[in-house]
Protein backbone atom coordinates (compact mmCIF):
# COMPACT_ATOMS: atom_id res chain seq x y z
CA UNK A 1 0.00 0.00 0.00
CA UNK A 2 1.56 3.40 -0.39
CA UNK A 3 1.57 5.82 1.99
CA UNK A 4 0.21 9.66 1.78
CA UNK A 5 2.76 11.98 1.34
CA UNK A 6 3.78 13.74 4.99
CA UNK A 7 2.34 17.58 4.59
CA UNK A 8 3.76 20.60 6.97
CA UNK A 9 1.69 22.76 8.50
CA UNK A 10 2.83 25.68 6.41
CA UNK A 11 1.91 23.31 3.01
CA UNK A 12 -1.63 22.31 4.38
CA UNK A 13 -2.07 26.53 4.81
CA UNK A 14 -1.22 26.54 0.57
CA UNK A 15 -3.55 23.51 -0.04
CA UNK A 16 -6.34 25.71 1.25
CA UNK A 17 -6.79 23.48 4.48
CA UNK A 18 -8.57 24.81 6.91
CA UNK A 19 -10.34 24.41 10.37
CA UNK A 20 -13.85 23.42 9.57
CA UNK A 21 -16.08 26.38 11.06
CA UNK A 22 -18.30 24.99 13.77
CA UNK A 23 -21.83 26.21 13.62
CA UNK A 24 -23.99 26.87 17.10
CA UNK A 25 -26.88 24.86 17.45
CA UNK A 26 -28.99 28.45 17.68
CA UNK A 27 -27.33 29.37 14.73
CA UNK A 28 -28.91 25.87 12.88
CA UNK A 29 -31.85 27.12 15.26
CA UNK A 30 -31.80 30.76 13.82
CA UNK A 31 -31.10 29.49 9.92
CA UNK A 32 -34.03 27.58 9.97
CA UNK A 33 -36.62 29.72 11.05
CA UNK A 34 -34.94 32.21 8.56
CA UNK A 35 -35.68 29.63 6.16
CA UNK A 36 -38.92 28.99 6.72
CA UNK A 37 -39.92 32.14 6.68
CA UNK A 38 -38.06 32.97 3.25
CA UNK A 39 -40.09 30.22 2.12
CA UNK A 40 -43.63 31.79 2.79
CA UNK A 41 -44.16 29.00 5.85
CA UNK A 42 -43.22 31.45 8.40
CA UNK A 43 -45.48 34.58 7.06
CA UNK A 44 -45.34 38.79 8.48
CA UNK A 45 -46.99 39.12 11.15
CA UNK A 46 -47.28 35.68 11.85
CA UNK A 47 -46.80 34.12 15.77
CA UNK A 48 -44.21 31.42 16.16
CA UNK A 49 -45.34 28.81 18.62
CA UNK A 50 -44.03 29.17 22.19
CA UNK A 51 -40.18 28.60 23.06
CA UNK A 52 -41.22 24.99 24.92
CA UNK A 53 -42.67 23.58 21.61
CA UNK A 54 -40.02 25.08 19.04
CA UNK A 55 -37.85 23.15 21.34
CA UNK A 56 -39.40 20.31 21.25
CA UNK A 57 -40.54 20.04 17.50
CA UNK A 58 -36.39 21.05 16.64
CA UNK A 59 -35.26 18.28 19.05
CA UNK A 60 -33.04 20.84 20.84
CA UNK A 61 -32.71 22.80 24.05
CA UNK A 62 -34.64 25.53 25.18
CA UNK A 63 -31.89 27.98 25.59
CA UNK A 64 -30.58 27.41 22.44
CA UNK A 65 -33.99 28.18 20.87
CA UNK A 66 -34.16 31.31 23.37
CA UNK A 67 -30.67 31.85 21.81
CA UNK A 68 -31.86 31.82 18.65
CA UNK A 69 -34.87 34.00 18.93
CA UNK A 70 -32.74 36.66 20.81
CA UNK A 71 -30.34 36.83 17.78
CA UNK A 72 -33.93 37.31 15.19
CA UNK A 73 -34.96 39.78 17.23
CA UNK A 74 -31.57 42.03 17.58
CA UNK A 75 -31.74 41.75 13.76
CA UNK A 76 -35.63 42.86 13.65
CA UNK A 77 -36.78 39.73 12.19
CA UNK A 78 -39.28 38.50 14.51
CA UNK A 79 -40.93 40.56 17.70
CA UNK A 80 -42.46 40.31 21.04
CA UNK A 81 -45.44 41.47 22.01
CA UNK A 82 -46.67 42.78 24.91
CA UNK A 83 -49.27 39.94 26.94
CA UNK A 84 -46.85 37.73 25.27
CA UNK A 85 -46.25 35.68 22.21
CA UNK A 86 -43.46 36.10 19.46
CA UNK A 87 -44.29 37.09 16.03
CA UNK A 88 -42.53 37.64 12.85
CA UNK A 89 -42.34 40.93 12.43
CA UNK A 90 -43.44 43.17 9.34
CA UNK A 91 -40.52 42.30 7.79
CA UNK A 92 -40.30 46.08 5.90
CA UNK A 93 -37.44 48.17 5.52
CA UNK A 94 -38.38 49.97 9.07
CA UNK A 95 -37.81 46.62 11.15
CA UNK A 96 -35.09 45.36 9.27
CA UNK A 97 -32.66 48.26 9.16
CA UNK A 98 -33.09 49.46 12.94
CA UNK A 99 -29.55 47.88 13.88
CA UNK A 100 -27.87 50.10 10.62
CA UNK A 101 -29.56 52.93 11.63
CA UNK A 102 -27.90 52.78 15.19
CA UNK A 103 -24.51 52.40 13.32
CA UNK A 104 -24.62 55.00 11.01
CA UNK A 105 -25.54 58.08 13.62
CA UNK A 106 -22.07 57.28 14.46
CA UNK A 107 -19.87 59.41 11.81
CA UNK A 108 -20.31 62.17 9.82
CA UNK A 109 -18.28 59.71 6.95
CA UNK A 110 -21.11 57.20 6.89
CA UNK A 111 -23.71 60.43 6.91
CA UNK A 112 -21.78 61.59 2.89
CA UNK A 113 -22.09 58.12 2.07
CA UNK A 114 -25.58 57.22 2.60
CA UNK A 115 -26.20 60.78 0.93
CA UNK A 116 -23.85 59.22 -1.95
CA UNK A 117 -25.82 56.21 -2.29
CA UNK A 118 -29.41 57.71 -2.16
CA UNK A 119 -28.60 60.44 -4.60
CA UNK A 120 -27.89 57.73 -6.97
CA UNK A 121 -30.68 55.43 -6.61
CA UNK A 122 -32.91 58.29 -6.45
CA UNK A 123 -31.65 59.60 -9.67
CA UNK A 124 -32.02 55.94 -11.21
CA UNK A 125 -36.05 56.65 -10.38
CA UNK A 126 -36.18 59.43 -11.79
CA UNK A 127 -34.91 58.46 -15.21
CA UNK A 128 -37.26 55.37 -15.07
CA UNK A 129 -40.12 57.23 -13.57
CA UNK A 130 -41.11 59.41 -16.43
CA UNK A 131 -42.03 56.21 -18.93
CA UNK A 132 -43.41 54.25 -16.64
CA UNK A 133 -45.67 56.02 -13.66
CA UNK A 134 -49.51 56.72 -14.96
CA UNK A 135 -51.46 60.19 -14.63
CA UNK A 136 -53.52 58.38 -11.82
CA UNK A 137 -50.33 58.69 -9.62
CA UNK A 138 -49.31 61.87 -10.69
CA UNK A 139 -52.47 63.16 -9.83
CA UNK A 140 -52.10 61.51 -6.38
CA UNK A 141 -48.98 63.05 -5.77
CA UNK A 142 -50.41 66.88 -7.00
CA UNK A 143 -52.77 66.12 -4.11
CA UNK A 144 -49.92 64.94 -1.41
CA UNK A 145 -48.30 68.08 -2.57
CA UNK A 146 -51.34 70.29 -1.82
CA UNK A 147 -51.82 68.50 1.28
CA UNK A 148 -48.70 69.34 2.31
CA UNK A 149 -48.98 73.06 2.05
CA UNK A 150 -50.98 73.12 5.12
CA UNK A 151 -48.24 70.53 6.75
CA UNK A 152 -45.45 72.82 7.09
CA UNK A 153 -45.49 73.92 10.63
CA UNK A 154 -46.63 70.06 11.60
CA UNK A 155 -43.48 68.24 11.71
CA UNK A 156 -44.83 65.04 12.28
CA UNK A 157 -47.87 65.19 9.77
CA UNK A 158 -45.44 65.88 6.98
CA UNK A 159 -43.10 63.62 7.84
CA UNK A 160 -46.02 60.95 7.18
CA UNK A 161 -46.68 62.72 4.05
CA UNK A 162 -43.34 62.53 3.03
CA UNK A 163 -43.03 58.82 3.36
CA UNK A 164 -46.12 58.34 1.31
CA UNK A 165 -44.93 60.82 -0.98
CA UNK A 166 -41.41 58.64 -1.57
CA UNK A 167 -43.58 55.14 -1.25
CA UNK A 168 -46.00 56.57 -4.34
CA UNK A 169 -42.45 57.50 -6.51
CA UNK A 170 -40.92 54.42 -6.31
CA UNK A 171 -44.01 51.84 -6.63
CA UNK A 172 -44.28 53.72 -9.44
CA UNK A 173 -40.98 52.39 -10.81
CA UNK A 174 -42.72 48.44 -10.85
CA UNK A 175 -38.91 47.31 -10.31
CA UNK A 176 -39.37 44.76 -6.70
CA UNK A 177 -35.51 45.41 -6.03
CA UNK A 178 -35.14 49.56 -5.95
CA UNK A 179 -38.11 49.98 -4.80
CA UNK A 180 -36.79 48.00 -1.51
CA UNK A 181 -33.31 49.78 -1.84
CA UNK A 182 -34.92 53.25 -2.35
CA UNK A 183 -37.01 52.38 1.04
CA UNK A 184 -33.82 51.37 2.51
CA UNK A 185 -32.07 53.90 2.57
CA UNK A 186 -34.81 56.24 3.04
CA UNK A 187 -35.26 54.67 6.38
CA UNK A 188 -31.57 54.47 7.28
CA UNK A 189 -31.46 58.62 6.88
CA UNK A 190 -34.35 59.17 8.66
CA UNK A 191 -32.84 59.88 12.22
CA UNK A 192 -30.95 62.04 10.22
CA UNK A 193 -33.68 63.99 8.93
CA UNK A 194 -35.52 64.01 11.51
CA UNK A 195 -33.83 66.92 12.84
CA UNK A 196 -34.14 68.46 9.51
CA UNK A 197 -37.84 68.22 9.97
CA UNK A 198 -38.13 69.94 13.14
CA UNK A 199 -36.66 73.07 12.63
CA UNK A 200 -38.49 75.93 11.33
CA UNK A 201 -38.29 77.08 7.84
CA UNK A 202 -36.95 73.59 6.34
CA UNK A 203 -39.97 71.74 5.46
CA UNK A 204 -40.92 74.42 3.21
CA UNK A 205 -38.16 73.77 1.27
CA UNK A 206 -39.25 69.54 0.66
CA UNK A 207 -42.90 71.06 -0.37
CA UNK A 208 -41.29 73.11 -2.88
CA UNK A 209 -38.53 70.25 -4.13
CA UNK A 210 -41.62 68.19 -4.22
CA UNK A 211 -44.08 70.58 -6.22
CA UNK A 212 -40.94 70.87 -8.90
CA UNK A 213 -40.86 66.48 -9.11
CA UNK A 214 -44.11 66.65 -9.87
CA UNK A 215 -44.75 69.09 -12.38
CA UNK A 216 -41.50 67.92 -14.05
CA UNK A 217 -43.43 64.12 -14.22
CA UNK A 218 -46.79 65.47 -15.47
CA UNK A 219 -44.39 67.30 -18.20
CA UNK A 220 -43.31 63.82 -18.50
CA UNK A 221 -39.83 64.98 -19.38
CA UNK A 222 -36.82 62.83 -17.81
CA UNK A 223 -33.93 65.00 -18.11
CA UNK A 224 -36.19 67.77 -15.67
CA UNK A 225 -37.35 64.91 -13.39
CA UNK A 226 -34.01 63.69 -12.79
CA UNK A 227 -32.71 67.43 -12.03
CA UNK A 228 -35.82 67.69 -9.64
CA UNK A 229 -34.38 64.18 -7.92
CA UNK A 230 -31.14 65.52 -7.62
CA UNK A 231 -31.41 68.84 -6.21
CA UNK A 232 -34.02 67.52 -3.90
CA UNK A 233 -31.61 65.04 -2.42
CA UNK A 234 -28.95 67.51 -2.41
CA UNK A 235 -31.23 69.99 -0.46
CA UNK A 236 -32.45 67.67 2.30
CA UNK A 237 -28.74 66.54 2.48
CA UNK A 238 -27.11 69.62 2.88
CA UNK A 239 -29.90 71.12 4.92
CA UNK A 240 -29.60 68.42 7.43
CA UNK A 241 -26.03 68.84 7.34
CA UNK A 242 -26.23 72.46 8.49
CA UNK A 243 -28.86 71.83 11.11
CA UNK A 244 -26.84 69.09 12.27
CA UNK A 245 -23.39 70.84 12.26
CA UNK A 246 -22.21 67.58 10.94
CA UNK A 247 -18.42 67.03 10.20
CA UNK A 248 -16.97 66.49 6.42
CA UNK A 249 -14.73 63.58 6.30
CA UNK A 250 -11.30 65.46 5.48
CA UNK A 251 -11.05 64.00 1.26
CA UNK A 252 -13.98 66.30 0.86
CA UNK A 253 -12.36 69.19 2.32
CA UNK A 254 -9.12 68.58 0.05
Known sequence: ?????????????????????????AE?????????????????????????????????????VREALRGLQILGVIKTRQGGGIFVSS???????????????LSGENFEALHEARLEVEAGLGR???????????????AMVQAQ???????????????????????????????RVSASLYVLGTEYRRVRWETPGMLQQ????????????AARDSTRVVSAMERHMHSVHNSTRQVMNVELPEKENQ
Open 206 to 217: SLSDHQEIVDAL
Open 128 to 142: LLTGRISDVAIERLD
Open 1 to 25: MTSLPTVSTGESRDLGIAPIERVSI
Open 149 to 179: RKLVNDPVAFRISDMEFHHTLRVAVANPFLE
Open 28 to 64: KVAKHLLDLIRTGNLEPGQQLPPERDLAASLQVSRPS
Open 91 to 105: LDATDLLQPLQVYLT
